[in-house]
Structure formats: C-alpha cells, structure tokens
C-alpha cells in the first residue's frame, strides 16, 4: 500500500488513432481490407513504457517539447484517460488542473462550482467552508463568485480553477501549463501557493513549457521526448540538458540568408578559455554579396532563442567577407554551457536570420540556487561583498 501522496506508474504505454478526421467511402474499403490482411494502421503512440515514482512531498516538473507526452501523461495520472498499458498506483486525494475550464461547470456559480469540486475530492461541505474565503480572496472574486462561471473570462476561470485544486487540501497536486493564462503578478501568487502547499507535505506535479517556473518551484525533472522518458534527475540538471537539446536541433536546421556566416567563435583572453567575469571576445566572419547596411545582433543563450544577454551594432558591410570582432570586459554568466546567437537585419527585413552559431563553455562559479518559489529569469553572475553587523 502506498503512502499518501505517492504516485507510482510502471511501463505505461498511451495510444491514439493518428488522424481522427471522418473518413470517406474508399478509406473504410482500405481500413476494412487492411484488417482483414492482419495489417495495423492509424496508431500513434504518444507514451513509450514510461515510468514515474513520486514520493510525498515531492515536486517533479515534466517538460519536454509539443507532442512529447507530458499532457498525456498528467491525464492519466487524473484517469481522465486510461493507458494502453502498464500499471498505475496514485495514492491519496488529487486536485488538478489540466487545463483552464477543468472541473469547472459553466452553469454553475463560483460558489457552486467550489463545493462541487471540494465533494469530488471527498471533503464535506463544512471542509469546503472552512477554506472558501481563503479560495475566493487567492482568486480576488469577490464580486464575481456568485456568477455563472460561463460569464467569466478565461482568465477568471483559470484564477478560480486553480485556487480550488490548490486550496482544498489535496495531497497531490496536478498542474498543466496553466499559468501562462493568467497576468504576472497573478503567476507568482502561484508559484507562492504550490511552494507554500510543498511545505505543507503536498506532492506537485508540473508541466509548463516556462523552464524558470518550472526552476523555482521543482526540485526534480522528467524530461519526455517522443513518448520516452530520456531523462530523470536534479531539476537544474534535467533543465540544462533540455535546453542542450533544443540548441542542438537548431544547430541542424538550414539557414536560408542573404548575407552568410561563415565563421563564429566565443574565446577568453588567451584564446581559449571563458571564465566569468572576466574579458570575453566574440568573432565573426560574414560574407555579403553586396553593401548591405543594418545592425549586427549577438545574444548570449542557454540554448534557446531568448538570449541573457543582446547586443547590438549598427554597421555596414561591404561585399565579400568582413571581420567582425565584439569585446566584453566582464562577462556575467556562471559556469556552465552556453550559446551564440547571430542575426543580421535592415529595418524589418532580416538578412541573416537569427539562430545559433557557435557554443562556448564558461569556467567559474556556479549560481546561487533561488529559494522555492521564486523564479530566476536570468543566470546573472553579480560579485557582492556581504557585511554583518550591530545596528
């Protein structure tokens, strides 16, 4: 028997029909003839004999690109499906949110919908009591609460959804890329309340494509791809090989430009070694076919599009190859594996697009942790002096 608050899922296994559109006369000739020719078609497998052991009180964030399985796999931890295969054990009351309407009736109130799902949960109206205010005030709808909720916006039935899985004492929590409805303040109010639900012994399960909330509320990632679970592990550890990932995939794809790179490298002083905070120099070469005036971008990444750091140059290039050298004095990034993106644009046109050139690895500290909760966009290395001392 399982304690309260664990999940324990062992070679599941999730399949769909590939294409669920109506199909016309001479498909279902085909389909009926395959069948009888003992031949199998039309299945996509969106889990691959996946595992996933969560313990009480522990917080694991699923990521993984679109198609992945992380969706999948959150439904049937809910039963809201059923796998094709495999065992699955859940312990304990689950409140989740799968997305922005679930567990929310349209014809019912605020009010209503709140009791509804507290008894879905097994708690009596008197438990549901005890908490509703602290529910109403979280998703500040104190004048909306006895409305249908068909008349909310989504926004106000994510807020409701939300503060009613959260607040109605579950012991696992289920969250799926919710937050990216709601407004930012509105976001770190849940990144507090699953922290805050974390250290009241509640399990979490979260899937978001936003890796920083993933970072400040998870300790543990799974990383899914195709189906398969290609990774399990330390959540920061789990987050930079995914971020690797993607880099790698863009490095693949073909740039179609006007003005090509020929050339670009990361390098320290020497001209080799990067090392935090320390002079950092970038060069490219890039070859134009004719004058051709516009900015040169450089962006220092972790593996995605969205750089830490951007600069900018205004320039132009004459035709044939041409040089271009970039010097930082101090570069403030930690240790750790990092990306060079290029992009070269006139006005709105980008004559080079961006993507990534060149990877460079950086020696030196690694970066303080952030308390739960609390979510870093930016890996910033900043030298402090601390001081303590009487007042």
Avoid at 236 to 265: G, I, P
């Amino acid at each position: 028997m399982l304690p309260e608050g664990s999940i324990a899922a062992s070679h599941l296994w999730k399949r769909f029909r590939a294409d669920k559109r109506h199909r016309v006369l001479r498909e279902q000739v085909a389909k009926v003839s395959d069948r009888l020719r003992g031949r199998r078609r039309g299945w996509r497998w969106a889990l691959r004999d996946v595992d996933l052991h969560v313990e009480p009180g522990e917080a694991v964030g699923l990521m993984g690109p679109n198609g992945s399985g992380k969706s999948t796999l959150l439904k049937i931890l809910t039963r809201v499906m059923y796998p094709y295969a495999g065992r699955l054990e859940v312990s304990g009351r689950v409140g989740a949110l799968i997305e922005v309407r679930a567990g929310i009736h349209p014809q019912l109130t605020g009010r209503e919908n709140a009791f509804l799902y507290g008894s879905l949960l097994g708690l009596n109206r008197r438990q549901v009591q005890q908490r509703f205010d602290e529910i109403v005030a979280f998703a500040q709808l104190e004048d909306a609460i006895d409305r249908q909720t068909k008349f909310y916006s989504s926004g106000m039935q994510m807020r409701l959804g939300f503060s009613v899985a959260a607040f109605l004492e579950p012991d696992i929590l289920l969250v799926d890329e919710i937050l990216a409805v709601g407004d930012s303040s509105f976001q770190q109010r849940c990144l507090e309340r699953m922290s805050a639900a974390l250290a009241e012994g509640v399990s979490l399960v979260f899937v978001s494509h936003d890796l920083a909330a993933i970072e400040a509320v998870t300790t543990r990632g799974v990383l899914l791809d195709q189906g398969r679970v290609r990774m399990d592990g330390p959540v920061r550890d789990v987050l930079n090989h995914y971020r690797q990932s993607v880099e790698e995939v863009a490095e693949l794809q073909t740039v179609e430009s006007v003005v090509k790179l020929v050339d670009a490298l990361v390098a320290g002083s020497d001209g080799r070694t990067v090392r935090t905070q320390e002079e950092a120099l970038i060069s490219l070469t890039l070859d134009s076919p004719g004058q051709h005036a516009g900015s040169i971008c450089l962006g220092l990444s972790e593996g995605t599009a969205t750089p830490i750091v951007l600069l900018r140059f205004d320039a132009n290039l004459p035709p044939g190859p041409t040089e271009v050298r970039c010097r930082l004095p101090r570069l403030p990034l930690p240790r750790g594996r990092y990306y060079l993106w290029v992009a070269f644009v006139r006005r709105r046109a980008e004559l080079l697009p961006w993507h990534p050139a060149a990877h460079f690895d950086v020696i030196g500290p690694d970066l303080d942790s952030a308390p739960l909760g609390i979510m870093r966009l930016s890996p910033v290395h900043v030298d402090a002096h601390w001081e303590l001392g009487r007042s």
